[in-house]
């Protein structure tokens, strides 16, 4: 079993629609969980920072995580062109020198 | 405040030669990690760096990779006797916290290996 498992199928959503993306992991230790948005050809830009269970809210952008069901969540509304992009999960454990990354989700919004 | 840089943005090799790359963290950061991306996969951990120690080099492969990060100067990833499977997206990524994991990245560079 992987530690970090995304769904890399890519999304298609018109503009304005909500988008939902979500990563399981399998490492219960794990308390920092982060989504990164990278644009085709750039470096990973963090999104969303979060520590422990529940949701944070940063304009559009809402990320919720679950440590019971090691489940964590993005959610993007009313969404943008601009929001095109491939959005990865990443999360780790205190001290750890590593994030565990998942593969990636590829979002296009269609105007 | 400038991000993390990161320079070549683009490098081509042919197989057998040496790949440098090299990064200079955030302004105030001293803690440098290294991450591969290949095609179609997530960012893979390399190797973690403080001022003149290398703190955890369990994702490095155990051969032709070395990196370094001076007392003065910028982080050093070194790819010796580059192979074509070396081809892929290099990311150095700095952090005010790496005990909570907050890691800022800097846009990459690209290695071709021909």
């Known amino acids: 079993q992987k530690e970090v498992e995304q769904d890399p199928g890519p999304l298609s959503v018109p503009e304005g629609a909500i988008v939902s993306l979500n990563c399981t992991y399998s490492?219960?230790?794990?308390?920092?969980f982060m989504w990164y948005r990278q644009y085709s050809r750039k470096g990973p830009e963090l999104l969303m920072y979060t520590y422990s269970s529940g949701n944070k809210e940063d304009g559009r952008f809402t990320a919720q995580v679950d440590k019971s069901s090691k489940y964590i969540s993005l959610f993007i509304r009313d969404s943008q062109p601009s929001d095109s992009a491939t959005y990865l999960c990443?999360?780790?454990?205190?001290?750890?020198?590593?994030?565990?990354f998942g593969k990636g989700n590829q979002v296009v919004v269609i105007p | 405040n400038a991000g993390v840089m990161q320079n070549p943005r683009h490098l081509v090799r042919r197989r057998g030669q040496e790949a440098r790359l090299r990064c200079s963290p955030m302004?105030?950061?001293?803690?440098v990690y290294w991450y591969r991306q290949l095609p179609e996969e997530g960012l893979k951990f390399m190797v973690y760096?403080?001022?003149?120690?290398?703190?955890?080099e369990s994702g490095m492969p155990k051969e032709r990779f070395s990196a370094e990060f001076p007392k003065e100067g910028p982080s050093i990833l070194r790819i010796q006797q580059v192979v074509r499977g070396d081809s892929a997206a290099y990311f150095c990524?700095?952090?005010?916290?790496?005990?909570?994991?907050?890691?800022?990245f800097g846009e990459g560079s690209r290695l071709t290996v021909l």
């Open positions: 760096l403080q001022k003149e120690n290398i703190i955890d």
């Open positions: 490492n219960s230790a794990f308390q920092y």
């Open positions: 990524a700095s952090s005010p916290r790496p005990e909570a994991g907050e890691l800022f």
């Open positions: 990443a999360m780790t454990s205190y001290g750890n020198n590593r994030l565990a």
């Open positions: 302004k105030g950061h001293s803690h």
